[in-house]
């Protein structure tokens, strides 16, 4: 049973996304904690992670990796304010910048976090530089220079 739920969703996560941002767990020290082992051993997540990345790159996508020391729940998505103080019981996500959009607005931990890890990614395989770059501006300086 367990297997039939984790190949549907990686098929349909792999259906639906060309890029795919995933947290490098350290899943032999979750393992060890006693709290979180029996919940993680039981979702395999190991195995979940492969069949995804198999699926991901069977489909010409890519399963961006992001380090484990990436402040991801620790970090506003939306203007980077760190909060350092964060425990793992801590579920809400409130940021404490008064400039930011979503200053002391209500974010699920784990909602803000993969926008966080979702972004890394996109900047280590240097797609967000790309869209940034790609907007028209660079356009210009393009027929600029045949102009020239
Ligand atoms: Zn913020």
């Known amino acids: ?18 890029i795919i ?3 490098d767990l350290n899943l032999k020290g ?26 991901v790159e069977q489909r010409g996508g890519q399963v961006i990796s992001v380090g484990r020391f990436f402040p991801s729940s620790k970090t506003c998505h939306c203007c980077g304010w760190k909060w350092q103080e964060m425990q793992l019981s801590d579920r809400v996500f409130l940021c404490q910048n008064p ?7 209500e974010q699920d931990r784990d909602y803000n976090a993969s926008l966080n890890i979702l972004r890394e990614a996109l900047r280590l395989i240097g797609l967000i530089d790309q ?14 220079v045949d102009a020239g």
Do not use: P, W
């Open 99 to 105: 400039k930011c959009a979503y200053y002391q607005i």
């Open 21 to 23: 941002g995933i947290e």
């Open 131 to 144: 869209a940034v770059s790609g907007t028209g501006s660079d356009e210009d300086v393009n027929l600029a």
């Open 30 to 55: 979750l393992l060890k904690n006693r709290r979180l082992s029996r919940s993680f051993s039981d979702a395999a997540l190991g195995k979940l992670l492969n069949l995804l990345a198999a699926k």
């Open 1 to 18: 049973m367990r297997d039939d739920v984790l190949h549907k969703l990686t098929t349909t996560l792999a259906d639906c996304y060309g």
